[in-house]
Nanobody, 121 residues
């Protein structure tokens, strides 16, 4: 079973930046397409970025040009660099497996605790 631990969230003013990290256990990480998801209060969880094992990326329109996903397979870690943050980016951010070709969720059964990102106006 893969265990996921997200970190790096915080409170930032609009226009600011944050870098999120997600550490994963298990060798399956290196061959899996990973994604960053977010869930705002009262809303469904949405997939915002994906990265394949080879480094190909895909983004939701709402974050394209502002967010950058990357990964370090040697460290079993995936990152999300978030620039130009907006109040509507406020959410709990999670990482998990994803379907990069279709930009759709494909999570493993368990989720990490997530990391809270709050953007003030």
């Amino acid at each position: 079973q893969v265990q996921l631990v997200e970190s790096g969230g915080g409170l930032v003013q609009a226009g600011g930046s944050l870098r999120l990290s997600c550490s994963a256990s298990g060798r399956i990480f290196s061959i899996s397409t990973m994604g960053w998801y977010r869930q705002a209060t009262g809303k469904q969880r949405e997939l915002v970025a994906t990265i394949t094992s080879g480094g190909s990326t895909n983004y939701a329109d709402s974050v394209k040009g502002r967010f950058t996903i990357s990964r370090d397979n040697a460290k079993n870690t995936v990152y999300l660099q978030m620039n130009g943050l907006k109040p509507e980016d406020t959410a709990v951010y999670y990482c998990n497996r994803a379907d990069g070709r279709n930009m759709s969720p494909l999570p493993w059964g368990s989720w990490g605790q997530g990391t809270q990102v709050t953007v003030s106006s």
